[in-house]
Structure formats: C-alpha cells, structure tokens
C-alpha cells in the first residue's frame, strides 16, 4: 500500500512510521523542514512543501497513492484548505484529523467520509485499521488477540451466525452487529449514524454493509479477511 501523510507532527509522524514498517510505502509532507528532516531517515520519503498551494502538491503522485491523510493538528485552517485539495483532486481515499466538533461539521459538509481524533484515538491503533484490509475499526487485546470491526459482505446478506460459521472455520466469535444509518447533521450534510444491535447469537441475521465486531487470534482475523477479498 501507497500512503501520503500531510502534516508531520507528533500524531502525523508516528502514524508514517508505523505504517512504514509494516512494509508500506509512505510520503509524509509538512511545511516545516525540521519536521521533514526529522523523519526523512525513518520513512520511505519526506518533503517539505506548502500542502495548501494546488501547484504544489500536484506534483505528488497522488493518482498511484492509496490513500491520503491530512494529519494537521496545530492550524485547522490549513487542515480545511489541504483537505478540500485533496477533494478536488479526487485521490482514491481521503482520511482527514479533526481537534474539534466544529471543524469535523466542515469536513462532513465536505463529503470527508473519515475522521481521525488524534486526542482520542492512537497512531497504533490508526495504523493496524489502515494496513489490514476491510477492517473498520480495531482494538488490540493483547498482541496476539484483538478485536475489529470489519463490513458485511454481500454474500453474508441474509445468513445467520451460523449458517456462515465463521467460529468453526475461523475460530472467530462474532460479538456484536452495527447498522449503519444516515442522518444529517446541523450543517446539512449527511453523515453515517452506528447503532450496535446487542450481543450477537447464532440467530443474528447479517445484513449487507452494516457491521460485523469480531474477536479472534490475530492470524486468524488476517486470513478471514484475506478469503473475503477473494470472495
């Protein structure tokens, strides 16, 4: 996987190097030239470039990258504007930080699909949901268990628990289901809502795009969503 990562403060910075060496390849960007000489020794590149000038930042590869995340913290101006030029530029999947409620309304009414919360979530954990495919969400038990939130494919619409028996083929306990709503929000744009839907039980019928919590051994977690990607 390709990453660019705008803005290389402490959250910015750690998430490139997390995600580097899980064996990706990650461009981090910033205005500050410490910042960039500070990491250019532990990631794949660095550059140091103006992220709200258009001229400049269309000479990344943006069209062979992955995914883009604007982790600038300290100026929310300049997190908006870097923000917006991703949009415009239509890279494949935009992740955007926000520090507050106001600022993560302008990102929704933006169409910015995915919000980080430095303050409330870690690079560790940000960097574990963007390396292992279809997961959604993740939470790290120990080292070799953790437990995710990953989408319910198409050929799971309508099976239960245990028709689909991902504990006898997985060893993997499906804990809970989340269906995903959309409402607006005071600005007017739409936003997806979660609601968990109780403990799950053999008799829990999956649905298509909602939401699936799942706890398991890490290696078997890889190789259930490896064979989805298959399906």
Not at 105 to 128: F, N
Not at 190 to 201: I, L, Y
Request: hydrophobic content about 40%.
């Amino acid at each position: 996987m390709k990453y660019i990562i705008i803005g290389l403060g402490n959250f910015g910075a750690s998430l490139a190097e997390k995600l580097t060496s899980m064996g990706n390849e990650v461009i981090g960007v910033d205005v500050n030239m410490n910042k960039v000489e500070a990491i250019k020794d532990k990631i794949t590149h660095a550059v140091n470039l103006d992220s709200t000038d258009i001229t400049a930042v269309s000479n990344l590869p943006l069209k062979d990258t992955d995914v883009v995340i604007v982790g600038i913290g300290e100026d929310q101006g300049a997190n908006i504007m870097a923000t917006a030029l991703m949009k415009q530029l239509n890279v494949k999947r935009l992740i955007s930080r926000a520090i507050s409620s106001l600022q993560e309304m302008v990102l929704e009414a933006m169409g910015v699909d995915e919000i980080i919360h430095p303050e409330e979530e870690t690079a560790e954990r940000w960097s574990k949901k963007l390396n292992l495919h279809g997961v959604v969400d993740s939470f790290e038990v120990n080292w070799e268990f953790s437990i995710i939130e990953t989408t319910i494919p198409k050929e799971f619409d309508g099976k239960t628990l245990q028709e689909i028996g991902l504990k006898r083929k997985y060893n993997i306990i499906v804990l809970s289901t989340i269906k995903i709503t959309q409402e607006k929000n005071r600005l007017g744009a739409e936003k997806e809502v979660t609601n968990v839907q109780g403990v799950a039980s053999a008799d829990t019928v999956l649905y298509h795009g909602d939401i699936m919590v799942l706890y398991g051994h890490n290696n078997n977690i890889k190789k259930l969503l490896k064979d989805l990607r298959r399906v």
